[in-house]
């Protein structure tokens, strides 16, 4: 199933606002996996069917993100799910927009000026992949309200929403502290999350209850030590194929949250089997399995795959509006971009077949099937959407005779068939398990020179970089 199909099956599920949003939607994923540069409104306007103007109305108008991701997770992921959620830094430079100042970047390790955003995805355990739902930018915090408390405000305003796919929540280490786990126990969820190392950890008391004597019964019994477990209550729960680590499980008390969690401790060990180093993973649900909470813990960071692609791939840190209603749209189209392409070319293969997702590999989505259509039609003729169009590359008739020769040698080899029309135009088509689109119009005008520009109604076809990678001697035929 291609991008707009998927974006139609789930825009007929959801409320959306009115039907010219519906067209603008629809419009708006195709079109954003096959821009190339800078993904701003400018180039949007080139690339797309509509005006500058248009993209900047329609940006700053609401849509049901989480509705709309919900209702994919819900399609595409299997039943086994967890919430996973992390704030990203995205540099911005300017005075004006809303929300700029400094926050923490993970890979300069400092604050950096810029924005930041609560990103929160839908992960499967199961399948190890992440799908994104909903991204909130850091700001419009309330006076005297710590960046703590407004991440935990964010997930209990969506808590319905979120409570549909999965009570578990998983967040890293910065999260691990008493205020914001209460707050999300209130609301019912579940915390998975890694402690310090130095934690302060108590075992329970499980021996014998003295009647006669006197005070507050004996409840723990003793602080533990990370690299020294008591084999009466930590049980081993998962270890490595080649022996490098061993994870051992057990209901203790941390005494930062003021409750009872199973924990699972992590003995990394050198090739002595001795311990070297050791992590403290924790849930607040005292009856879940240890392996599952470790498992739970890694994929946790499926989620900072989506915010790889969206940078790298999908223009996440590409907006240049200053509005808070822009930049929130602008980020979610980003991420929403990337759980679509996902589902579409990577989750719906059986689960076998299956491999990891990565939008570098764009000849996976963008060249299953391709369809060539020559139209010897003057400049004057064409539409004014066509005539926007960005030019990919300008041949002579000659050299398009030859590439064309080349493509058919290399990228449909068999099962090739030629359909002429009394225009003069011709077809080459090619039929695939995945029946996936891809489309190019090569338009014939004035000089003898032609134009490589994609179709209006699935416009996801890059030629230059793909071929320029894969034919040999391409650079010199163009």
């Given at each position: 199933?291609s991008?707009?199909?998927?974006?139609?099956?789930?825009?007929?599920?959801?409320?959306?606002?009115?039907?010219?949003?519906?067209r603008?939607?629809?419009?708006?994923?195709?079109?954003?996996?096959a821009?190339r540069?800078r993904?701003?409104?400018?180039?949007?306007?080139?690339?797309?069917?509509?005006?500058?103007?248009?993209?900047?109305?329609?940006?700053?108008?609401?849509?049901?993100?989480?509705?709309?991701?919900?209702?994919?997770?819900?399609?595409?992921?299997?039943?086994?799910l967890?919430?996973?959620?992390?704030?990203?830094?995205?540099?911005?430079?300017?005075?004006?927009?809303?929300?700029?100042g400094?926050?923490?970047?993970?890979?300069?390790?400092?604050?950096?000026?810029?924005?930041?955003?609560?990103?929160?995805?839908a992960?499967?355990?199961?399948?190890?992949?992440?799908l994104h739902?909903?991204?909130?930018?850091?700001?419009?915090?309330?006076?005297?309200?710590?960046q703590?408390?407004?991440?935990?405000?964010i997930?209990?305003?969506?808590?319905?929403?979120?409570?549909?796919?999965?009570?578990?929540?998983?967040?890293?280490?910065?999260?691990?502290?008493?205020?914001?786990?209460?707050?999300?126990?209130?609301?019912?969820?579940q915390?998975?999350?890694?402690?310090?190392?130095?934690?302060?950890?108590?075992?329970?008391?499980?021996?014998?209850r003295?009647?006669?004597?006197?005070?507050?019964?004996?409840?723990?019994?003793?602080?533990?030590?990370?690299y020294?477990?008591?084999?009466?209550?930590?049980?081993?729960?998962?270890?490595?194929?080649?022996?490098?680590?061993?994870?051992?499980?057990?209901?203790?008390?941390v005494?930062s949250?003021?409750?009872?969690?199973?924990v699972?401790?992590?003995?990394h060990?050198?090739?002595?089997?001795?311990?070297?180093s050791?992590?403290?993973?924790a849930?607040?649900?005292?009856?879940?399995?240890?392996?599952?909470?470790?498992?739970?813990?890694?994929?946790?960071?499926?989620?900072?795959?989506?915010?790889?692609d969206?940078?790298?791939?999908?223009?996440?840190?590409?907006?240049?509006?200053?509005?808070?209603?822009?930049?929130?749209?602008?980020i979610?189209?980003?991420?929403?971009?990337?759980?679509?392409?996902k589902?579409?070319?990577?989750?719906?293969?059986?689960?076998?077949?299956?491999k990891?997702f990565?939008?570098?590999?764009?000849?996976?989505?963008?060249?299953?099937?391709?369809?060539?259509?020559?139209?010897?039609?003057?400049?004057?003729?064409?539409?004014?959407?066509l005539?926007?169009?960005?030019?990919?590359?300008?041949?002579?008739?000659?050299?398009?005779?030859?590439?064309?020769?080349?493509?058919?040698?290399?990228?449909?080899?068999?099962?090739?068939?030629?359909?002429?029309?009394?225009?003069?135009?011709?077809r080459?088509?090619e039929?695939?398990?995945n029946?996936v689109?891809?489309?190019?119009?090569?338009?014939?005008?004035?000089?003898?020179?032609?134009?490589?520009?994609?179709?209006?109604?699935?416009?996801?076809?890059?030629?230059?970089?793909w071929?320029y990678?894969?034919i040999?001697?391409?650079?010199?035929?163009?």
């Amino acid at each position: 199933m291609s991008v707009k199909a998927l974006t139609e099956q789930i825009l007929r599920k959801i409320s959306t606002n009115n039907r010219w949003q519906y067209r603008f939607m629809l419009h708006l994923f195709p079109l954003w996996l096959a821009v190339r540069g800078r993904y701003n409104f400018t180039n949007l306007s080139r690339w797309g069917e509509y005006g500058e103007d248009t993209y900047r109305q329609n940006f700053a108008r609401p849509f049901s993100w989480l509705e709309f991701n919900a209702e994919l997770a819900s399609q595409q992921l299997g039943q086994h799910l967890a919430i996973a959620f992390d704030p990203c830094f995205v540099p911005k430079s300017g005075k004006h927009t809303a929300g700029i100042g400094y926050f923490y970047s993970g890979c300069a390790g400092r604050e950096l000026r810029g924005l930041e955003f609560l990103g929160i995805a839908a992960v499967d355990l199961a399948d190890k992949a992440a799908l994104h739902l909903e991204a909130v930018q850091t700001v419009g915090l309330k006076e005297g309200e710590s960046q703590l408390a407004f991440y935990a405000r964010i997930l209990c305003e969506r808590k319905e929403a979120l409570l549909r796919l999965s009570k578990y929540v998983t967040a890293d280490a910065y999260f691990a502290r008493e205020p914001f786990v209460d707050t999300l126990l209130g609301e019912g969820f579940q915390l998975m999350t890694r402690l310090r190392k130095d934690a302060r950890l108590r075992y329970l008391y499980n021996g014998p209850r003295l009647k006669r004597r006197r005070g507050r019964p004996k409840t723990y019994d003793g602080r533990i030590n990370p690299y020294a477990l008591r084999e009466d209550h930590f049980t081993p729960c998962a270890q490595a194929e080649d022996g490098s680590w061993a994870a051992y499980q057990a209901t203790v008390n941390v005494q930062s949250w003021k409750r009872n969690a199973k924990v699972v401790i992590v003995h990394h060990l050198d090739d002595q089997g001795q311990v070297k180093s050791a992590k403290i993973y924790a849930c607040t649900d005292t009856g879940m399995d240890g392996a599952e909470v470790l498992h739970a813990y890694q994929c946790r960071f499926q989620i900072e795959f989506l915010y790889r692609d969206g940078k790298q791939h999908a223009g996440l840190a590409h907006c240049q509006a200053r509005s808070p209603q822009k930049l929130h749209f602008h980020i979610n189209t980003a991420l929403t971009a990337v759980s679509l392409a996902k589902a579409a070319y990577c989750l719906s293969a059986p689960p076998q077949e299956r491999k990891a997702f990565s939008m570098l590999e764009r000849q996976i989505w963008r060249l299953p099937i391709l369809i060539f259509t020559i139209a010897l039609t003057r400049r004057e003729r064409l539409t004014r959407a066509l005539r926007t169009e960005r030019t990919i590359s300008i041949l002579t008739k000659l050299r398009l005779m030859r590439l064309l020769a080349q493509l058919i040698s290399v990228l449909i080899p068999e099962r090739l068939q030629l359909e002429t029309s009394q225009t003069g135009s011709f077809r080459l088509h090619e039929e695939l398990s995945n029946r996936v689109v891809l489309r190019a119009m090569i338009l014939c005008h004035r000089r003898s020179t032609l134009r490589v520009v994609p179709l209006r109604d699935l416009p996801t076809c890059i030629l230059t970089r793909w071929f320029y990678t894969s034919i040999p001697n391409l650079q010199q035929m163009v």
